[in-house]
Structure formats: C-alpha cells, structure tokens
C-alpha cells in the first residue's frame, strides 16, 4: 500500500498525490468500519442460537412423524401446539413434557388459530376431511410432509391419485401456502439427520417463494439442506420420490436423498 501510494505522488504531483491520499484514507476508514460492523454481526451470530426466528407451529397428529418434529422444531426455538383428536390422553400428554419449551395440546382446529405455521403430520387418506375441519387456513403456512400412496399385494408403493395431496390441500385452502417438505425423508433422520453419512437434502416445492424461504430456514436450522423445485404443481413428482425410496426397500435398498449442487453452471448460458 505505502509502496503504490508513494508511485503516486512522484507521478501525480502533490495536489493530485493529496487527493488520493484522502480517497486511500477514505477507503480505509470505510473498510475498517465495514471490518468492524462485519466482526460485530460475527460475534452476535455466534452467541445467538442456531435460528433466531420463534414460530408457534401447530403439529396436526401426533403419530411417527408429528412425535419426531415436534421436538425437533420446538428445540429450534419454536413453540409447538400439537392438534390431536385426543389431546389429554397420556400418550400426547407424555409427547407434550418430552417436546418442552412451552408445547402443549388441543383440538386440531384449536390449534391451528394460534399458529402461524401448521404441519399435517396426517394420514394421506384422512388429509382433506381433516383440513376442512382445521377452519380458516389464510396466511398461515402449511407444511405437507403427507405421502399418498397404495401398496399391491407384493409390497410395491404407487400412486393412488394423478394429483398431489399438496395441490388437493392447496385447492381446499386458497388463501393459506402451502409447502411441500420432509415428505422424502424417514422418521428416524427426521429425528437425527446425523444417522447417514452425508447430507441429507429436503426438496420443497410451493407456490409462494416466501413462505419456501421460512421452511428452508426451519430445515436447514434442523441439519438438512434444501432445494427448491418450483410451483406446488411439482409436488406429484416429490410425492413419487417416496414411491421410488419405500420401493427400494424391496431389495433392501435403504437410502436418503441428497442433490449436492453442481458446481458447472449453466455452461451453455442457455435457460434449460
Ligand atoms: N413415518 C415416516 O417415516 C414418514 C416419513 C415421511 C412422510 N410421512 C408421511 O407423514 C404422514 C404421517 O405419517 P406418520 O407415520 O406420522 O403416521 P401415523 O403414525 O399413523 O400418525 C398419523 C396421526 O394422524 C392423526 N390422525 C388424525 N386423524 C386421523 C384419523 N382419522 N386416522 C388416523 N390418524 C389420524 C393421529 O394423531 P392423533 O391421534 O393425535 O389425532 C395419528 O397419530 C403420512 O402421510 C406419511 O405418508 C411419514
């Protein structure tokens, strides 16, 4: 720097040489408060939580999957209200102590009008009859991690519908966003991502960008990477993902999905 600054003010003369020496200083001064307010951020990055966004979310059924997420969202920071059928039973109760920081237990539609964030942690066959009783959903995110699925008499997973459960629920309520997600994973790497030995990717897939922004956050704040594969209309291809993963089973194939980003780019500058 002291070099280059002295090349100056031989060549500039020392009027020009003062201008740039007050620019240099300028520079400076503007990259040292940057360096500072960089720091700063740095350090209150680092003492603050893994997230620091606080949701109250409502777990619609509290089965396999309501049981593994709601612990997990709730040790993120959010408070969770489980919407069950049988919310004083001991079960849910035992679910509501081990789930902490504040969770408790209602009715489904009880639930949801506290909550910003509502997951259907539902059967695929009881999905819709369910949302219609859950009452105004405007606003709210809807999480779908609901796999539609019929199994033959040899054990193979296929479609029941040509439509999605996420675009049937989109259909029923409107006004709400809704977003694919965790539908591709099992239960127990919902519990712990850390049980394979590479990353674990979530594609979503929804209508509303935000709302994809919040569940990617709630994801990766979890341990998992996330991909967005556009519109909710893509949830059918999502819900087939199952299909292929329960279906490997068959040959004991046990896997997770992970699409690491490829580092090519888009060599040809062509839109796909
Ligand atoms: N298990 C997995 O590994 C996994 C992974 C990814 C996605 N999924 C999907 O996530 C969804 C939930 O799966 P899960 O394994 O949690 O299912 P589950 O263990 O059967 O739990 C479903 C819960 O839904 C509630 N529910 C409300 N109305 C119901 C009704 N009429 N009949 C039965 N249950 C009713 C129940 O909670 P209350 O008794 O409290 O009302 C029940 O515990 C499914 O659609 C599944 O495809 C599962």
Known sequence: MNNIFKLDRN????????????????????????????????????????????????????????SALGPRF?????????????PDSEKVMALVEATGNEASATTPAAAVRQADIVVLALPWAVAE?????????????IIDPINPRIIDDE??????????????????????MVVKA??????????????????????LVGNDSEAKEVVAEICEALGFETMDF???????????????????????NYFEWNFPASKRGNFSGRKP
């Open 11 to 66: 060549k500039l003369g020392s009027q020009r040489a003062q201008k740039v020496s007050t620019a240099l200083f300028v520079l400076i001064a503007k990259r040292r408060i940057v360096s500072f307010f960089t720091s700063l951020v740095l350090v209150l990055g680092l003492a603050m939580p893994a997230t620091t966004f606080a949701d109250t979310i409502a777990m619609i059924g509290t089965g396999s999957v309501g």
């Open 74 to 86: 709730a040790s993120i920071g959010h408070q969770i209200v489980y919407g069950s059928r049988s």
């Open 182 to 203: 965790f539908s591709t994973i099992s239960v127990d790497t919902m519990i712990d991502p850390t049980l394979v030995d590479h990353p674990i990717t979530i594609p």
């Open 129 to 141: 009859e369910v949302v219609i009783g859950l009452g105004d959903l405007s606003g709210k995110i």
């Open 155 to 176: 054990g193979w997973a296929d479609y029941p519908t040509y439509t999605s459960n996420a675009e049937r629920i989109q259909i029923l309520a409107p006004n709400a």
């Open 230 to 252: 556009g519109p909710v209309r893509y949830a059918h291809i999502l819900e087939g993902l199952y299909l292929l993963r329960g279906n490997a089973r068959l040959y004991d």
